[in-house]
């Protein structure tokens, strides 16, 4: 028997602690029982994204959460920058049109981030009403500095809408801090869960766009959620189950500390990029995240080979390339429940599986590269 293994960013690992949770009896959520562990879980969420403002949680995947921030916060009078620089920055450009929002478009290399010398310039005009962007675009893994872009953005009467679904709870996000107006997050990235949960966080300058819009929406009107967040509920049924399983989740994560988990995410990240440049196998970015690393196949050995026969030898699961990466890379998260040991297990079995494969590789030496790295694991 073959223990299977998740390394695909998303969904990820759930610790047995969260499964266990999950599976006692469903309780009824209109109650002062849910609306404590509600409140318990709210608490968690601003704690983790380090903000005072509003965090909403809604029943629906990540997508959900930046759907309602867009339809909901984007002025209709205004322009609307969006990057898009891969397969998730391309769905905001998409959602943006299908809310009839005027799109300005920041189409950006594969592998490449959004600079804020470009959000600087374009906001000069005044143009702009609110900015999205991704923090972590998890199809090219590669992440922007959005620190400095919130920067820039608060300097304006625009708000940053920011997708961070693959940094939540991974790279270092200070949401108050960098002046992000809005963070869309998922659950089943970092945050250890199955997919179903959307979080929103939202500042006071995102609340005065949105309260002076009507948006055409019902399920993902944020005013909604806002409403019943003051009573430490969800304005539709909640998901009662994965809710439990989130307070257990951030429980994990609050006992080592946030910034451990960043730290300790930075060296998986780092040590397989380590293990990659001794394989002679080149990473994808030029601005690489820590949550997820694309790695470029060698020639000769292709998707379709790699990744089956590395999940039915070693029960490695580990995700394919996207549009024009399809069938040419593999991408590897270091999001959540993972840690050094499974990594350097991990880079072993690529090791084989690529030398069985036909790739000119040196068994261990990718091993060896990755445990340099991750000596200084705590």
Not at 25 to 47: I, N, S, W, Y
Request: proline residues 4%.
């Amino acid at each position: 028997m073959i223990k299977q293994r998740l390394f695909t960013p998303g969904p990820t690992e759930v610790p047995p602690e969260v499964l266990i949770e999950m599976a006692r009896p469903v309780f009824h959520h209109r109650t002062e029982r849910f609306r404590k562990m509600f409140g318990e879980v709210t608490a968690g969420l601003k704690k983790l994204l380090m903000t005072a403002g509003d965090v909403l949680t809604i029943a629906g995947s990540g997508t959900a959460g930046m759907e309602a921030a867009i339809a909901c916060a984007c002025p209709r009078d205004r322009k609307v920058l969006v990057s898009n620089g891969g397969k998730f920055g391309e769905r905001w450009v998409k959602i943006a049109k299908v809310y009839g929002l005027q799109v300005d478009e920041v189409q950006l290399e594969w592998g490449t981030a959004l600079q804020a010398d470009t959000v600087a310039e374009k906001l000069s005009s005044g143009d702009y009403g609110a900015v999205i962007t991704v923090h972590s675009e998890t199809s090219t893994a590669t992440a922007c500095d959005l620190e400095a872009i919130g920067k820039v953005v608060a300097k304006t009467d625009a708000i940053l809408i920011a997708d961070c679904i693959t940094s939540a709870g991974t790279l270092p996000l200070r949401t108050d801090e960098w002046g992000v107006d809005i963070v869309g997050a998922g659950s089943q990235k970092a945050l250890m869960l199955p997919p179903g949960l959307a979080f929103v966080a939202v500042s006071e300058k995102a609340w005065k766009n949105i309260d002076a819009i009507t948006p055409p929406a019902f399920y993902l009107d944020l005013k909604a959620y806002r409403k019943s967040l003051a009573k430490n509920d969800t304005p539709y049924t909640a998901a009662v189950s994965l809710i439990r399983g989130l307070k257990v989740a951030l429980e994990m994560i609050g006992e080592i500390g946030i910034e451990t988990v960043w730290a300790r995410t930075a060296l998986l990240a780092a040590a397989t990029r380590a293990a990659a440049e001794a394989l002679g196998l080149k990473v994808f970015s030029s601005q690489p995240s820590d949550s997820v690393t694309c790695i470029l196949l060698p020639e000769g050995v292709t998707d379709e080979q790699f990744r089956p026969a590395l999940r039915d030898r070693f029960g490695c699961s580990i995700a394919g390339g996207q549009n024009e990466l399809k069938g040419k890379a593999i991408r590897i998260s270091h999001m959540g429940y993972v840690e050094s040991l499974e990594t350097i297990g991990l880079i072993a079995a690529i090791e084989y599986t690529l030398a069985e494969a036909g790739a000119d590789v040196k068994i261990g030496a990718g091993v060896t590269a990755a445990a340099k790295v991750l000596k200084d694991w705590r």
